[in-house]
């Protein structure tokens, strides 16, 4: 309940009043990306993040994601697309994630471009966590204040 406290503080903060903010992003609720977002194959993994990449492009068109690649507690390497760059900045102070560290990722388990991806719902790095959807895959940041 806190992380969405702190998102909709972040949308008022930021005036967002709901996904027109993203409309050409490839980031948006409706966009192609965010329709492999599969509620069945929700997963969690704990991992050690080995890469960070601060201008990920999970399709071709969209704007600069961030995303982290996790070494699983079973050998198995992992992208973890958390978000578009200006969403996920908002939250780098707090939770700076960076290679080495210890963390665990919920999210849905898809396959894109013949690996395997999680498409971050929550994100937990000690006592820090980081939502960014919810459990039907709608992204925090496309989020209008009736969606709460």
């Not at 806190?2 to 998102?7: D, K, L, M, V």
């Not at 993203?22 to 409706?30: I, L, M, R, V």
């Not at 958390?82 to 999210?107: L, N």
Request: a positive charge.
């Amino acid at each position: 309940m806190r992380n969405i406290a702190i998102g909709l503080a972040l949308a008022t903060t930021m005036g967002i009043s709901g996904p027109a903010w993203t409309e050409t992003d490839g980031w948006q609720q409706g966009s192609a990306y965010n329709q492999l977002f599969n509620p069945k194959t929700i997963a969690t993994v704990k991992g050690k993040v080995i890469l960070i990449d601060r201008a990920s492009h999970p399709m071709p068109g969209m704007e600069p994601g961030f995303a982290a690649v996790l070494k699983t507690e079973k050998g198995e390497e992992v992208t973890v697309q958390v978000g578009p760059i200006w969403f996920t900045s908002y939250f780098k102070r707090k939770w700076d994630v960076k290679p080495g560290d210890q963390v665990e990722v919920t999210g849905s388990r898809v396959e894109l471009n013949g690996k395997p991806v999680i498409m971050a719902m929550q994100g937990k790095k000690g006592n820090l966590a980081m939502t960014c959807r919810n459990k039907t895959g709608k992204p925090l940041w496309d989020l209008a204040i009736e969606d709460f």
